[in-house]
């Protein structure tokens, strides 16, 4: 009997601590997300301001709409860090069944912020090349 507690502790705060280290990887991968997309705006802001005589009204409004759009993303990755720290503190209660399928959500949206920042990071270099050959 003894033994069987034990080797339910251990899951527990195998369980526990897998989560707490899901939850501190998938906050700071949308830190990174924030931080790339607030690059990713100054680089489209310095690009409209530096290519303005060579495109037209339609890409101004293009580069606008890209802006506004990640700026909204801003407010969503904010929101979601939110639904982090509440789901970091109600964790516990859950089931665990509960706590395998958040589990697993939480490595799937690191997977999909992984493939964000990645792209938000080749999205920054294109404009920054951009950005260099209109000041040559």
Known sequence: MKKIFSILFFFCTLSSF?????????????????????????????????????????????????IRIQENNLETYKKSLEILK???????????????????????QQEKLKDLNRNLQKAIQLNKAAIENYNQ
Do not use: H
Not at 37 to 62: F, M, P, W
Not at 88 to 99: A, L, V
């Open 18 to 66: 897998a989560s707490s280290l899901a939850i501190d990887e998938t906050e700071n991968l949308y830190k990174e997300s924030e931080k790339l997309t607030r690059e990713y705006i100054a680089s489209c802001k310095i690009l409209k301001n530096v290519a303005a005589g060579d495109i037209s009204i339609i890409q101004k409004n293009d580069i606008d709409n890209i």
């Open 86 to 108: 509440k789901l970091e503190k109600d964790y516990n209660t859950f089931s665990e069944d509960k706590k395998s399928i958040t589990l697993d959500a939480l490595y799937l």
